[in-house]
């Protein structure tokens, strides 16, 4: 029988696993990152806060963290670096953009003339 307690207890088990899941994904992506703590500190300081950044960037975005868990666990390195070549394509991408409105912009400014 279905009654309302019913529903409202599974609605409360089922958040409970969502919760569940996204903490274990944030784990698998964290623990990856924490993983090359070693290599940031063989980088010189210009390089370390950009690599910083990077991770932070990485570690804060659910759709990578939904994406790294994918995998799972034993694949977590080839999950991280897929999220940052994916970071990094799409800083390309809209400096790509940037750039080609500047030069749109400068057109349209020179054809005035």
């Not at 409970?16 to 063989?42: P, V």
């Not at 300081?45 to 939904?66: A, T, W």
């Not at 670096?81 to 750039?99: D, G, H, P, S, V």
Request: aromatic letters at 8%; proline letters at 1%; hydrophobic letters at 30%.
């Amino acid at each position: 029988m279905h009654t309302p307690q019913n529903k409202q207890n599974r609605q409360g088990e089922e958040e409970e696993k969502q919760e569940y899941d996204d903490n274990s994904n944030k784990t698998i992506l964290t623990q990856e990152i924490g993983s090359w703590r070693n290599f940031e500190f063989a980088l010189r300081d210009e390089n370390r806060l950009v690599f910083e950044k990077m991770l932070s960037e990485c570690r804060e975005n659910e759709d990578y963290i939904k994406a790294a868990s994918s995998k799972d666990e034993f694949f977590s390195a080839e999950s991280l670096f897929m999220a940052l070549i994916l970071q990094q394509q799409k800083m390309i991408n809209e400096l790509i953009t940037r750039i080609s409105s500047g030069h749109t912009k400068q057109k349209n400014e020179m054809k005035k003339i």
